[in-house]
């Protein structure tokens, strides 16, 4: 399949020469009955297959210890594509694509799911309530060479949730999801995953998680689960709301890995500002973009398989992703400068201008993940304005550096990434006191529900 932007021309040091940082598991108490008896009540034989196909993409790249989120309209391969020249080892998730659209669109499937080599590891999110797409848009994408394929169970929007009747509601549903991601693994040599938040409405407690969880991998070879840790409210709030509103549990999260000990699960939602305080009222505190990585750590240090960053990484991407290859994955740091690191982009962007017909992409689209490259610099509110009068004018990503860059001081664009600060990592170490009781299984009526 055809990359049709610039390839970047980046030396990768390759990633099975990279010591990682083994995080440190709790100890924590696992009384649940195990799901070695859950795997017997499974119709499906793909286990050993799946644990080879998961097998190989581990050897070949770093473990999710860090993933940016898929965010639709943000993390897109400019996005991605930045992302990637600050953070070598950062997982990254594409935007979520309806299965639908892989399908309908099959003329034009580069413009969808192609990216560039360098941006593995790459997990592609899709979304759907259609048995028959999934499994064709499984099949197409398959040809593009993702590391893991992301089955979006998480997404409250009306649109996704309401109409459409994917997203989280199908959480609502565990059977559903089991035979869809049989179907995803069926059409796909890589390993699959689920991201679902932790309830709905008032389908919220850890039993009813659980059980989600539970027939999920038990119907299906899902062994990894991104767990959102609030849930989804589907009274009509918006989105963005039902990314702030209902609060955070990280202790569902936690007790998930006490009960299901051979599945894998990666926390979300809020990780960037959680003080004790905040973990333990469910208050969200301010963001503090520059000590994410601390609690990242903390999570890690805790017995999170992973961690993923979603709006933080998006709107201060050099802070929040430039101390990830170090500080989580004990990786050396890259060296880039701001400048460098722009110098590269805009080859790639004036490489891709215009690829996919009608002005698309546009110098807009280009630059949008830029905007944020300066949050809380010396020069930022002028560069936002500087970037605005320059939309109108600027034809080329090169003429619009020119024009707006000069905002930023010079200190700024020739400043490596800084050392990280250094913090408290047992932020999480108290939650064995919060966790809720057990998860107590009806096997048999649950798997065969
Ligand atoms: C603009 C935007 C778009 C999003 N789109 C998706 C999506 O396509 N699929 C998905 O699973 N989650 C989506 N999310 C949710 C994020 O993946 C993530 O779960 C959420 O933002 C919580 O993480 P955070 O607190 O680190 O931002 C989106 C979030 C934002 C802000």
């Not at 924590?28 to 034989?45: M, V, W």
Request: proline share 7%; net charge neutral; aromatic share 12%.
């Amino acid at each position: 399949m055809k990359f049709s932007g610039y390839t970047l021309i980046s030396s990768f040091t390759p990633f099975h020469c990279i010591p990682l940082k083994k995080p440190r598991r709790l100890p924590l108490d696992i009384n649940f009955k195990t799901a070695s008896k859950i795997r017997r009540l499974s119709t499906y034989n793909q286990k050993q297959q799946n644990h080879c196909k998961a097998e190989m993409v581990v050897a070949k790249y770093p473990p999710p210890l860090f993933s940016v989120a898929p965010m639709m309209e943000w993390t897109d391969v400019h996005y991605r594509t930045l992302a990637r020249l600050i953070s070598k080892h950062a997982w990254l998730y594409t935007e979520m694509l309806a299965a639908e659209t892989i399908v309908y669109q099959e003329a034009n499937l580069d413009r969808f799911l192609a990216f560039p080599p360098e941006q593995h590891p790459i997990v592609l999110q899709i979304g759907g309530n259609n048995l028959d797409n999934i499994a064709k848009a499984t099949k197409l994408a398959n040809a593009y060479n993702y590391d893991e394929i992301n089955f979006n169970c998480g997404c409250p929007s009306p649109r996704v949730a309401g109409h459409g009747c994917f997203g989280v509601r199908l959480m609502l549903d565990p059977k559903f999801v089991g035979e869809a991601m049989s179907v995803i693994a069926a059409n796909t040599d890589v390993p699959v995953s689920v991201k679902c938040r932790i309830g709905v409405d008032d389908h919220d407690s850890y039993n009813e998680l659980c059980d989600f969880i539970y027939k999920v991998s038990a119907l299906s070879p899902t062994r990894h689960f991104i767990i959102h840790s609030r849930k989804a409210l589907l009274n009509g709030i918006s989105p963005a709301d039902n990314r702030k509103i209902p609060p955070l549990k990280y202790e569902y999260y936690f007790a998930l890995l006490r009960d299901f000990p051979d599945l894998k699960f990666t926390i979300n939602g809020g990780i960037n500002c959680v003080d004790e305080v905040s973990f333990l009222t469910g208050v969200n505190t301010p963001i503090c973009l520059c000590c994410l990585y601390l609690y990242a750590n903390a999570a890690l240090k805790a017995g999170a398989h992973g961690v993923m960053v979603g709006r933080a990484a998006y709107h201060n991407p050099w802070n929040v992703l430039g101390h990830v290859d170090t500080a989580i994955y004990g990786a050396p740091a890259s060296g880039l400068t701001r400048r460098q690191i722009l110098e590269k982009y805009q080859v790639y962007g004036d490489a891709i201008l215009g690829t996919y017909g009608n002005d698309r992409p546009n110098v807009r689209d280009v630059i949008k993940p830029i905007l944020g490259f300066f949050y809380f610099e010396p020069g930022n509110s002028l560069w936002k304005r500087k970037a605005d009068a320059a939309f109108q004018r600027c034809k080329t990503v090169k003429s619009f550096f020119e024009e707006a860059l000069v905002a930023i001081p010079d200190r700024v664009l020739d400043s490596t990434i800084t050392e990280a600060p250094i913090g408290r990592e047992d932020l999480f170490a108290n939650v064995e006191g919060i966790l809720p009781p057990p998860y107590e299984t009806r096997e048999e009526e649950l798997v065969y529900a």
